[in-house]
Each structure stands twice: as C-alpha cells, then as structure tokens.
C-alpha cells in the first residue's frame, strides 16, 4: 500500500493517512483503490506480476490514481486535506522505483 497525505501524530511518525493499495488480489480494495474512501470493484486492474506506473494527484479533497496509464480512482474525500505523503510497502516482495 501507498500513504498519501498523512497526518502525522508526532514528529518522526505519519500518523493516519490515504493509503492506495497495490495488492492485486485484495478482496475490498484492489490495485488503485483508496482504502476506506474507494474502491474500483467490481472492476480490477490485471498487473499481477507486472511492473505498474501509478500517478497519483492529491489537491486537497480530490484524489486521483492513474495505474499505467488508466484512471482507476478519481474521488473527493474531505477527511485529509493536506499532509505530508509518505509510502509504505505491502508485501516483502514489493518493490518501487521513484521518478520525478
């Protein structure tokens, strides 16, 4: 999973947070989905195994995630405004690669 926009409860430490999640077969909130905001069911992206691009806008209450290309969440949520962004892997086997 990916933290987005967290509040953090104390210095050093992201507190609550939006979290996208890229666990395939999560059975609530699949790839691209914002845990406890959105969901994509019953739709799915089919990238398991594969190296997925996510681009993700965060601009206050409107949140958008785009996996490789195909917007999967475009929503507002007005719970987390603003925050730092912080990620988080889900799995040992998770990897990431950063670009700017």
């Given at each position: 999973?990916?933290?987005l926009?967290?509040?953090?409860a104390?210095p050093?430490?992201?507190?609550?947070?939006d979290?996208?999640?890229?666990?395939?077969?999560h059975?609530?909130?699949?790839?691209?989905?914002?845990?406890?905001?959105?969901?994509?069911?019953?739709?799915?992206?089919?990238r398991a195994g594969?190296?997925?691009?996510f681009?993700?806008?965060?601009d206050?209450?409107?949140?958008?995630?785009?996996?490789?290309?195909?917007?999967?969440?475009?929503?507002?949520?007005?719970k987390l405004?603003?925050?730092?962004?912080?990620?988080?892997?889900?799995?040992?086997r998770?990897q990431?690669?950063?670009?700017s």
């Open positions: 999973m990916k933290r926009r967290a509040a953090p104390n050093g430490s992201l507190g609550s947070c979290e996208i999640n890229i666990s395939d077969p059975a609530t909130t699949p790839t691209g989905g914002i845990v406890g905001v959105h969901s994509p069911l019953p739709y799915r992206v089919e594969k190296w997925s691009r681009d993700v806008l965060a206050g209450p409107h949140m958008v995630v785009k996996v490789s290309g195909e917007t999967v969440t475009d929503v507002r949520d007005e405004r603003e925050g730092a962004i912080g990620l988080q892997a889900g799995g040992p998770d990431a690669r950063y670009a």
